[in-house]
């Protein structure tokens, strides 16, 4: 069992700027793609950002395209996401996830998709004030 923890969390200002990081458990952990999850009060839990973890693609939702930036550190096995130009509408408690290599993986843009992931972290709230 893998743990991964999030951090970063808080309050902001509209505008302002957080970085979310997710480390995880298992220093050997080799994951197939680490990914960025949210979900805001009565709503579902959406897809936000992903990376795959050894080539590096990279992936966002269209609504935090060119505001958000997800990068790694293989070393320390740790994801971040820099959140930038926060809006109130951003405001939502955001998890990583990890998705393993060797499961079967089909459709397009499966890396969206929370049943692609295996372990998710606790999540951290994030909260924008407008």
């Known amino acids: 069992q893998v743990h991964l923890v999030e951090s970063g969390g808080g309050l902001v200002q509209a505008g302002g700027s957080l970085r979310l990081s997710c480390s995880a458990s298992?220093?050997?952990?080799?994951?197939?793609?680490m990914g960025w999850f949210r979900q805001a009060p009565g709503k579902e839990r959406e897809f936000v950002t992903a990376?795959?973890?050894?080539?590096?693609?990279?992936y966002y939702a269209d609504s935090v395209k060119g505001r958000f930036t997800i990068s790694r550190d293989n070393a320390k096995n740790t994801v971040y996401v820099q959140m930038n130009n926060l809006e109130a509408e951003d405001t939502a408690v955001y998890y990583c996830?990890?998705?393993?290599?060797?499961?079967?993986?089909?459709?397009?843009?499966?890396?969206?998709?929370?049943?692609?992931?295996?372990?998710w972290g606790q999540g951290t709230q994030v909260t924008v004030s407008a």
């Open positions: 996830a990890a998705a393993l290599r060797g499961r079967v993986y089909s459709g397009d843009n499966f890396w969206t998709r929370p049943g692609s992931y295996s372990y």
């Open positions: 298992d220093p050997t952990f080799g994951p197939y793609i």
């Open positions: 990376v795959f973890w050894s080539a590096g693609n990279t």
